[in-house]
């Protein structure tokens, strides 16, 4: 059964750091585009970062030179490290994949086949 599962949410406070792991049951996550989305609360789901099938990567203007995605090197693994979180980084965070072979990291939502549960970042002193 292929599934996605995030994990490494949690509660933090301002300026500290969380990694969060997307893993894959019953698939590797090499041949695929991986995408790190969130909604906040009232707010709609958001991109964040990207990775691509060749390894080019995307951040949001809000994120960008806060968070790293990055392939683990168990290949069915795909981290995304937060440093300097702020309070407004508060979401549920989703990973979700894409088996396509495109050029870059796909940005809108239904370019990606399978989603995760999401998990919960808080950032609040």
């Known amino acids: 059964q292929v599934q996605l599962m995030e994990s490494g949410g949690g509660l933090v406070q301002p300026g500290g750091s969380l990694r969060l792991s997307c893993v894959a049951h019953?698939?590797?996550?090499?041949?695929?585009?991986i995408g790190w989305f969130r909604q906040a609360p009232g707010k709609e789901r958001e991109g964040v970062s990207g990775?691509?099938?060749?390894?080019?990567?995307y951040y949001s203007g809000s994120v960008e030179g806060r968070f790293t995605i990055s392939r683990g090197n168990a290949k069915n693994t795909v981290y995304l490290q937060m440093n300097s979180l702020k309070a407004e980084d508060t979401a549920v965070y989703y990973c979700?994949?894409?088996?396509?072979?495109?050029?870059?990291?796909?940005?809108?939502?239904?370019?990606?086949?399978?989603w995760g549960q999401g998990t919960q970042v808080t950032v609040s002193s």
């Open positions: 019953g698939f590797t996550l090499d041949y695929y585009n």
């Open positions: 990775i691509s099938m060749s390894d080019s990567t």
């Open positions: 979700a994949a894409d088996g396509n072979l495109r050029i870059g990291v796909p940005l809108r939502e239904d370019e990606y086949e399978f």
